[in-house]
């Protein structure tokens, strides 16, 4: 099994920057497709990012694209979540996730994944 480990999460007032990591061990995740999910109290899960096991492409929900930027660096096998000009609605619990073996960036449903991080708590103030 693969361990991940969030951290980074905190309060920041609407348009500031925070970055998330998420840090695997157990096995090198060097093969595999991460993501970043976001869950609010009284909401569904929902995907905020993917990127490919060597870091070559990624994916973004709409609401995201153009203020979050995945990265990863499979030498420390971590991935971030870059998050920028932050709003309210950002406000949830941040999680990050592995997808199953073969699958790709595309993968943007939770079942798609099989490990999942505990959690990190970001909060956006007005």
């Known amino acids: 099994q693969v361990g991940l480990v969030e951290s980074g999460g905190g309060l920041v007032q609407a348009g500031g920057s925070l970055r998330l990591s998420c840090v695997a061990s157990g096995i090198t995740f060097t093969s595999y497709t991460m993501g970043w999910f976001r869950q609010a109290p009284g909401k569904e899960r929902e995907f905020v990012a993917a990127i490919s096991w060597s870091g070559g492409m990624t994916n973004y929900a709409d609401s995201m694209k153009g203020r979050f930027i995945i990265s990863r660096d499979n030498a420390k096998n971590t991935v971030w979540l870059q998050m920028n000009s932050l709003k309210p609605e950002d406000t949830a619990v941040y999680y990050c996730?592995?997808?199953?073996?073969?699958?790709?960036?595309?993968?943007?449903?939770?079942?798609?994944?099989?490990?999942w991080g505990q959690g990190t708590q970001v909060t956006v103030s007005s």
């Open positions: 996730a592995r997808a199953g073996y073969y699958n790709s960036v595309s993968r943007a449903a939770p079942n798609d994944y099989d490990y």
